[in-house]
C-alpha cells in the first residue's frame, strides 16, 4: 500500500505569511506525528494525534504553530506570520499504535523556506 | 529533556573499510531506535533495540544497547556506497514521541 505522502514538497513563502502543509498517513494508522527538522539537524518532534485529538502538542514552538486532524486522518499543519527562522523540513508520521518504541513511518517531508 | 548525542557528526570512508558510529545520552530509554535518512527523504526504521546489553544484527550492520539503556552504537562492516545517509539514533519517550539526535552523516567513497 502507499505510504505517507506530503503535499506540497516544497514551499517558499515571505516572511509574515500564512500557510499550510498537509500529511495523508497510511491508511488506518491513528497515531500521526509531526517534526521538523532544521538543517543539519535530527527531526524535533511538534505535535501527536491520536485520532482526531491532539493528544500532545508541546513541542509547538509558539502560538503561530497550530494543526489539525478534523476526520482522524489527513493531518494540516498551519503557520500564521511565517518568519524566516520557521525555515525547515517539516516531516509527518504515523503508526498503528502508540506505544513507546513502534515504528514510525515517515513521509518525504515539506521544505518550507521563509524568504 | 533527554538529550541524545551522535558522534561523530560526519564519517566518510572508502568502501570496504568498518565504521562505528555511537549514540550518548546521560538518561535512560525504554527503547532506543536506528534510522537511516536519505536526501529528500523521510527517516526509515534499521532497528528497535529494547534490553540492555542487546546485540542485534541486520545484514553488515550490528546495533548494540548499553547495559544501563543510555547509549548505543552502530557498527557497519565493509561499508558500501549504498550505506551513504544520515544515520539518526532515537529515543522512545511516552506516548510514542522520539527524541532524536543530529546524526551522523556517513559518506562511502567507492
Known amino acids: 500500500g502507499a505510504g505517507v505522502s506530503q503535499t506540497p514538497s516544497n514551499k517558499v513563502t515571505e516572511k509574515g505569511k500564512y500557510v499550510e502543509l498537509r500529511c495523508d498517513p497510511i491508511s488506518g494508522h491513528t497515531a500521526l506525528y509531526w517534526y521538523r527538522q532544521s538543517l543539519g539537524q535530527g527531526p524535533e518532534f511538534l505535535i501527536y494525534?491520536?485520532?482526531?485529538?491532539?493528544?500532545?502538542d508541546s513541542g509547538l514552538p509558539n502560538d503561530r504553530f497550530f494543526a489539525v486532524r478534523p476526520e482522524g486522518s489527513v493531518s494540516t499543519l498551519k503557520i500564521q506570520r511565517t518568519e524566516r527562522g520557521d525555515s525547515a523540513v517539516y516531516l509527518c508520521?504515523?503508526?498503528?499504535?502508540?506505544?513507546?518504541?513502534?515504528?514510525?513511518?515517515f513521509g518525504p517531508g515539506t521544505r518550507l523556506t521563509v524568504l | 529533556t533527554q538529550l541524545l548525542e551522535q558522534s561523530p557528526q560526519f564519517l566518510s570512508i572508502q568502501e570496504g573499510e568498518n565504521l562505528t558510529v555511537y549514540c550518548n545520552s546521560s538518561s535512560v530509554f525504554s527503547s532506543l531506535q536506528w534510522y537511516r535518512q536519505e536526501p529528500g527523504e523521510g527517516p526509515v526504521l534499521l532497528v528497535t533495540?529494547?534490553?540492555?546489553?542487546e546485540v542485534k544484527k541486520l545484514k553488515r550492520l550490528t546495533f548494540q544497547f548499553g547495559d544501563a539503556r543510555k547509549d548505543s552504537s552502530l557498527h557497519i562492516t565493509a561499508a558500501q556506497p549504498g550505506d551513504t545517509g544520515l544515520y539518526l539514533c532515537?529515543?522512545?519517550?511516552?506516548?510514542?514521541?522520539?527524541?532524536f539526535g543530529a546524526g551522523t552523516q556517513v559518506v562511502v567513497t567507492p
Open positions: 494525534f491520536q485520532g482526531t485529538g491532539a493528544a500532545d
Open positions: 508520521a504515523s503508526t498503528g499504535g502508540a506505544g513507546a518504541g513502534d515504528e514510525q513511518f
Open positions: 532515537a529515543g522512545a519517550l511516552p506516548r510514542g514521541k522520539l527524541q
Open positions: 533495540v529494547v534490553t540492555g546489553g
